[in-house]
């Protein structure tokens, strides 16, 4: 648009999401590598504010993002696939059952990583739920 002898024209900033994925487009290397960290890093905060889930250290929230992130995308996939209908019918409410079922895997196949109870397994799952959703879809 020209008004007089200034000349004006849109100009469209990106979101802070799409500017990011800018960034990590194509790289896929950095983002197998950054979605478990900050995975880990979650899990690890989570371990440290609650007194009822135990870890070694922050390179067993690694180990815990990385196996958690295997058996989500082999088991948990086909959890997905047959119990389609229940996660259908409960408006996606099932998928926390089926996340709190790969944590509690992922917690006996790992010594070093323990989860006391059964309401601090289904709080840390809502946690790393969200977190994996929330990183799902950044990346």
């Excluded at 994925?21 to 905060?45: C, D, Q, R, S």
């Excluded at 990583?113 to 309401?119: M, P, R």
Aim: glycine share 4%; with cysteine.
């Amino acid at each position: 648009m020209n008004c007089g002898y200034y000349s004006y024209r849109r100009i469209s900033i990106p979101s802070f999401k799409e500017n990011i994925k800018e960034n990590i487009k194509g790289n896929t290397m950095l983002t197998w590598i950054l979605h478990p960290l900050l995975l880990a890093t979650v899990i690890y905060f989570l371990a440290e504010q609650h007194s009822r889930i135990h870890i070694k250290n922050f390179w067993t929230a690694v180990l815990v993002a990385v196996v958690y992130s295997l058996i989500n995308l082999s088991f948990g996939l086909v959890l997905k696939l047959v119990s389609l209908p229940l996660i259908l019918l409960s408006v996606g409410l099932f998928l926390l059952v089926i996340n709190i079922f790969l944590l509690w895997i992922t917690d006996k196949l790992i010594d070093n990583f323990e989860i006391e109870d059964k309401g601090t397994l289904i709080l840390a799952a809502v946690v790393i739920t969200i977190t994996d959703t929330l990183l799902t879809w950044l990346f």
